[in-house]
């Protein structure tokens, strides 16, 4: 059995079996006795690397022996191994090759949070959103197939990924095409948050179910007493099972279901994916592990160590400044109290309960508060049925995650024009997750949608504000706010809308003016100071403050558009639009993110990359201010 430790080591721990192992080559020169000791040695050193750099964590021990096996029994890379999410795949990083830059994870140049096909050849696919990886294992299957290549895929998703749609389409195709490929379902009974829905509880509970008790145990003791008892219960027992066990749904799909097994067993595991290696068609393992497995702390609240960040191993250096609560934790506050306003108010979340904070709603409304698991698509338009029948549903979704239920959004939502209330956390860059987690182009894709409200609030009284706002508008509304927290701002305690469509000047200037969509305003305020330039909350991309625009225009030698979304087709591309339509002739310099992935790194690096920190927004002006002057 794994070795459970109480706490993070501080120093690097002696591993001289994983010294010896690290590629899957030298992992597949050990003996298979070994392989335990090397899982304990494992487990150390990955609360060690996390510990010193911080990320995600509970997933990766609880997979560790699954990783161990795998590499031990196929030939990776050349065998394709895609992990769903990559949440769980730091133990395959440390055994790629890459433990000695693991203290670089999440930072500036250093390790992806996540797989990523330019970091390594082991990294197969790309990952970060999940319920991606059979439909990737399954068109490489077929790619290999057509190559004349015999080599295998696996893919290994979680239980909370599997109650996706997408996992299911993937699921329903590979039979059609007998593709010879491993799908290993790592059911830990814990995504980030509770899984919900009949898949999860079904893949959970089902061996444990009172139906299947009183089948077992009803049935043997009645049939004790009749001849050959005991074997009639016997096959009374597998009967029961083979209706109710998980298997039955994956074996009428068309796939080979094997297990559950437990993921900790490492000879069991080697054993039973030796077995599984050279099966034609596509076969399912069924494994069953422990978030967080070997580490006590985790183990006993999984959702909490899902992440951590890194150990403070000095004493901090300066007193850490004054900020504001999180954006995410204003509106779950403005969400209980405009619940107990308004009765009709229902919550929604693609399993992101924590996240996007509606712990205190589900506890406070239970009966209105909806969970849809990872399911964007179905969250979008489980909200527009709802409001179709006088609801008024505010779907609480990260912009990143959004952007995979695009068609429900413009189809179902907003072509009916249906009243629903979209709160897009973690807009903008999010930090060390990066690019795939960031939300940079949700300006750009809301702005182009009839008839939608978007708004980017500065501050967080700024975001309650215009979530009442949007939710008091008769149609869809999106209101876009980013990680973390703001600058402090006093929150007013009433649910007070403001003017849709209108900006507010936050200081008058001269020579330039800065047209602020969202949480740059600080940033703004202070590079105005050094220029006495005007500044602009504008508050709306749609509707755009036209009439504000035309007056600064008007007053001001130079308009600079401030975002943090793709320049392209973003605030500032609406804002050219209208001069374009107006005819106004007035320089505008666009800021915001560039045409390319913005690399992970902490959050003020990744702005001061994209020259919206005050530097280099003060920058890009004098450098414009500089061309204008030549040119007059």
């Given at each position: 059995m794994p070795k459970t430790f109480h706490e993070m080591p501080r120093l690097r721990p002696a591993t001289p079996l994983l010294d010896r192992a690290a590629t899957p080559e030298q992992l597949r020169q050990l003996g298979e006795s070994e392989l335990d000791a090397l899982a304990d040695e494992l487990r150390q050193e990955l609360l060690y690397c996390v510990g010193q750099s911080g990320g995600?964590?509970?997933?990766?021990?609880?997979?560790?022996?699954?990783?161990?096996?795998?590499?031990?029994v196929f030939d990776t890379p050349r065998d394709r191994l895609v992990w769903d999410v990559g949440h769980q795949a730091y133990p395959h990083k440390i055994l790629t090759g890459r433990r000695e830059r693991m203290a670089?994870?999440?930072?500036?140049?250093?390790?992806?949070?996540?797989?990523?096909?330019?970091?390594?050849?082991?990294?197969?696919?790309?990952v970060g959103h999940s319920s991606t990886s059979i439909s990737a294992a399954l068109g490489m299957a077929i790619a290999a197939r057509m190559q004349g290549e015999k080599r295998k895929a696996i893919a290994v998703i979680g239980d909370g990924a599997l109650t996706a749609?997408?996992?299911?389409?993937?699921?329903?195709?590979?039979?059609?095409?007998?593709?010879?490929?491993?799908?290993?379902?790592?059911?830990?009974?814990?995504?980030?948050?509770?899984?919900?829905?009949?898949?999860?509880?079904?893949?959970?509970?089902?061996?444990?179910?009172?139906?299947?008790?009183?089948?077992?145990?009803?049935?043997?003791?009645?049939l004790s007493r009749l001849p050959g008892a005991w074997e009639i219960a016997r096959r009374t027992e597998e009967y029961a099972k083979g209706m109710l066990v998980p298997g039955t749904?994956?074996?009428?799909?068309?796939?080979?279901y094997i297990g559950p097994i437990d993921g900790h067993d490492l000879p069991t595991l080697v054993s039973t994916l030796r077995n599984m290696r050279d099966l034609p068609g596509p076969q399912f393992l069924h494994v069953v592990t422990k978030k967080g497995k070997g580490f006590a702390p985790a183990e006993a609240d999984p959702i909490s160590y899902h992440a951590i960040t890194k150990l403070e191993t000095d004493a901090p250096r300066y007193p850490k400044p004054v900020s504001g609560p999180k954006y995410s934790s204003v509106f779950g506050?403005?969400?209980?109290?405009?619940?107990?306003?308004?009765?009709?108010?229902?919550?929604?979340?693609?399993?992101?309960?924590?996240?996007?904070?509606?712990?205190?709603?589900?506890?406070?409304f239970p009966d209105r508060y909806f969970d849809v698991a990872i399911a964007e698509q179905h969250a979008v338009t489980l909200a527009a049925g709802m409001a179709c029948e006088g609801a008024k549903p505010v779907v609480a979704i990260y912009s990143t995650f959004l952007q995979r239920a695009y068609d429900q959004l413009v189809h179902d939502v907003a072509v009916q024009n249906l009243d629903v209330l979209f709160a897009i956390d973690r807009a903008g860059l999010v930090g060390e997750d990066g690019p795939t987690h960031a939300g940079s182009f949700d300006l750009s894709y809301l702005r182009c949608i009839p008839g939608m409200l978007v708004m980017t609030p500065s501050d967080e009284n700024e975001l309650r504000r215009l979530l009442t706002t949007g939710y008091l508008h008769a149609g869809p509304a999106a209101v876009r706010y980013p990680?973390?927290?703001?600058?402090?701002?006093?929150?007013?305690?009433?649910?007070?809308?403001?003017?849709?469509?209108?900006?507010?000047?936050?200081?008058?200037?001269?020579?330039?003016?800065?047209?602020?969509?969202?949480?740059?305003?600080?940033?703004?305020?202070?590079?105005?100071?050094?220029?006495?330039?005007?500044?602009?909350?504008?508050?709306?991309?749609?509707?755009?403050?036209?009439?504000?625009?035309?007056?600064?225009?008007?007053?001001?030698?130079l308009l600079v558009s401030i975002e943090e979304n793709s320049i392209m087709g973003g605030a500032g591309s609406a804002v050219a639009e209208y001069l374009n339509t107006q005819g106004v002739l007035k320089p505008l310099?666009?800021?915001?993110?560039p045409d390319y992935f913005v690399e992970h790194a902490k959050p003020g690096e990744m702005l001061a990359e994209c020259g919206l920190d005050a530097e280099g927004i003060e920058a890009a002006i004098r450098a414009r201010l500089a061309t204008l002057d030549m040119d007059g």
């Open positions: 995600h964590f509970g997933a990766g021990l609880g997979v560790v022996e699954l990783t161990i096996a795998l590499h031990y670089t994870l999440r930072q500036k140049d250093g390790l992806a949070a996540f797989p990523r096909r330019s970091e390594s050849p082991y990294d197969t696919f790309g749609g997408m996992a299911f389409e993937a699921l329903n195709h590979a039979p059609d095409v007998g593709a010879d490929m491993l799908v290993i379902l790592n059911d830990n009974d814990m995504s980030i948050s509770h899984n919900v829905g009949g898949m999860s509880n079904y893949l959970a509970k089902i061996l444990s179910s009172r139906t299947y008790s009183s089948v077992r145990n009803g049935g043997k003791k009645i749904f994956f074996e009428e799909l068309g796939w080979n506050q403005w969400l209980c109290d405009m619940a107990a306003a308004d009765p009709r108010l229902t919550g929604i979340t693609p399993a992101m309960k924590e996240g996007s904070d509606l712990v205190a709603f589900s506890a406070r990680r973390g927290t703001g600058p402090n701002a006093c929150i007013e305690p009433a649910l007070t809308p403001v003017e849709i469509g209108k900006g507010i000047i936050r200081r008058h200037g001269k020579g330039v003016a800065l047209l602020v969509f969202g949480v740059q305003l600080g940033e703004a305020l202070a590079v105005a100071e050094r220029l006495d330039a005007t500044v602009a909350d504008m508050r709306f991309v749609k509707p755009l403050d036209e009439t504000l625009v035309r007056e600064l225009a008007e007053h001001h030698q310099l666009q800021l915001g993110l």
